[in-house]
């Protein structure tokens, strides 16, 4: 099992570029997540996914989109990256809310 | 929104000692988790806690439901422990901002 995998790992992208972050689990999860953690701000929910077919904001939403593409992938856009997108991404998943979760390696995306 | 805040921010201690990390939350939770963050980046989950403590080889966590505050002990403290240290409460997807450990051999 791979768990949760992310790709790309790497990314530099300059202002005003879109990019998808892509995420999948092998777990059969039902709940996927996405942060961004930023150096003194801890992990900050971007957007969640409850279960197939439902996506909801976290705190951190604009700039954003996502899709739940199936139970395996949730994928993250930024439709016209900033520099303050500048961040690590974690995708994470988990049987249900509020369970234990599962956290694939990261994408640390520079905006420039 | 759970206030969730740990200390210290950063803690250097010498290898064998004995290693305490708080975290306090402002809204009541029925679980709080404690996460490990490698220095490479990776996370992984230690303890998910809603009473009293668990123990994980080296590692004891406790929560105090009443009080809204959990510690993490590291007992005989060694340089591969050298970690940041989050506690994470599940429900409300809100998290320290980390306990910055370094373990000096």
């Known amino acids: 099992n791979a768990g949760v995998t992310q790709t790309p790992k790497f990314q530099v992208l300059k202002t005003g570029q879109s990019m998808t972050l892509q995420c999948a689990q092998d777990m059969n999860h039902n709940s996927m997540y996405w942060y961004r953690q930023d150096p003194g701000m801890g992990l900050r929910l971007i957007y969640y996914s409850a279960s197939e077919g439902t996506t909801d904001k976290g705190e951190v939403p604009n700039g954003y989109n996502v899709s739940r593409l199936n139970k395996r992938e949730f994928s993250l856009r930024l439709e016209s990256a900033a520099p303050s997108q500048t961040s690590v991404y974690f995708c994470?998943?988990?049987?249900?809310?509020?369970?234990?979760?599962?956290f694939g390696p990261g994408t640390r995306l520079t905006v420039l | 929104k759970n206030e969730v805040e740990q200390s210290p921010q950063n803690l250097t201690a010498q290898e064998g000692e004995f290693i305490t990390i708080n975290c306090s939350y402002s809204v009541g939770i029925s679980a709080l988790h404690w996460l490990q963050q490698h220095p490479g980046g990776g996370i992984v989950s230690l303890f998910m806690?809603?009473?009293g403590k668990k123990k994980h080889g080296r590692l004891i966590a406790t929560i105090n439901i009443q009080e809204k505050h959990s510690s993490l002990h590291i007992t005989a403290s060694h340089p591969r422990d050298s970690a940041v240290y989050i506690c994470a409460d599940y429900e409300k997807l809100t998290f320290g901002t980390g306990t910055r450990l370094t373990i000096i051999p």
């Open positions: 994470a998943s988990s049987e249900e809310s509020y369970n234990e979760q599962f």
């Open positions: 806690l809603s009473s």
